[in-house]
């Protein structure tokens, strides 16, 4: 029974706190004057406990090249949904004439014919190539798309060089003809077959927006393009035997 009050006693002088001892008036009196008599200072910084949390959000390099500063002017740029037409910029419908490409008659011939047509010359003042409907097709190949075409009829395609408004026209990649008695299939061209066509108009085609975005990468890239094309009149068609045309009585 001793034992274990000595032992409850031990136990409770250690569980219970020391009280601290109080300062004398002299000591409290001299760190208040102390403290008033210095000039207010600004904070310590505090000391950062990891260096990962140091790192600035954004690098600094010294060396820079040209291509960095505009990429980073581009990021700046900020994309209206809404959009504006004084945004693009007005865009003017007449396409402007095209620099001098300073190729040779042989090369400009040349590359023409790699598209698919020849450049005869211009129209003249007194000229009517235009002539009433045959009923005759053919199907013809200028650059690197296909056209069912008719006398009379009227196709836009890619901007084609080295060609003006009313200038007269050879379409001589002609892959196949047709009436209404026959049909004549080239392997893959017919050589004796032409389609005649006239420049009516160089232009541009509607505005396409070219929008690219990455996800939580700041990236965002909005353009616009105009395709320059090129409209044909087609005014005959020849390589076919033509139906007499019949005059249908009123």
């Known amino acids: 029974m001793a034992s274990r009050r000595c032992l409850f006693r031990l136990l409770s002088g250690r569980l219970v706190p020391q009280r601290s001892q109080p300062l004398a008036p002299f000591s409290i009196a001299t760190r208040t004057l102390t403290s008033l008599s210095d000039p207010l200072a600004p904070p310590a910084p505090r000391a950062i406990a990891s260096p990962r949390l140091y790192y600035p959000s954004r690098c600094h390099f010294a060396t820079r090249s040209s291509g960095d500063e505009d990429d980073e002017e581009d990021e700046e740029e900020h994309y209206d949904d809404e959009g504006s037409d004084g945004e693009w910029g007005e865009e003017d419908e007449a396409v402007a004439a095209k620099k001098p490409s300073g190729k040779t008659e042989e090369e400009k011939v ?4 790699e598209i698919g047509y020849k450049v005869v010359g211009p129209l003249e003042g007194d000229e009517k190539p235009f002539k009433p409907y045959e009923p005759v097709f053919a199907v013809v190949q200028i650059g690197s798309h296909q056209f069912k ?6 196709i836009f395609t890619e901007r084609l060089k080295f060609c003006d408004v009313n200038d007269k026209l050879i379409l001589n990649r002609v892959l196949m003809l047709g009436s209404q008695t026959q049909t004549v299939i080239g392997r893959p061209i017919l050589s ?9 108009e160089h232009a541009l085609d509607a505005k396409v927006i070219i929008f690219k975005k990455k996800r939580r990468k700041n990236y965002r890239r909005t353009k616009g393009h105009r395709q320059e ?6 005014t005959n068609i020849e390589g076919i035997d033509k ?4 005059a249908v009585a009123a």
């Open 110 to 113: 040349a590359e023409a014919a």
């Open 149 to 154: 075409v008719s006398n009379g009829d009227s």
């Open 192 to 200: 004796e077959a032409a389609v005649h066509a006239v420049v009516e």
């Open 229 to 234: 094309l090129t409209k044909l009149r087609i």
């Open 243 to 246: 139906p007499e045309t019949v």
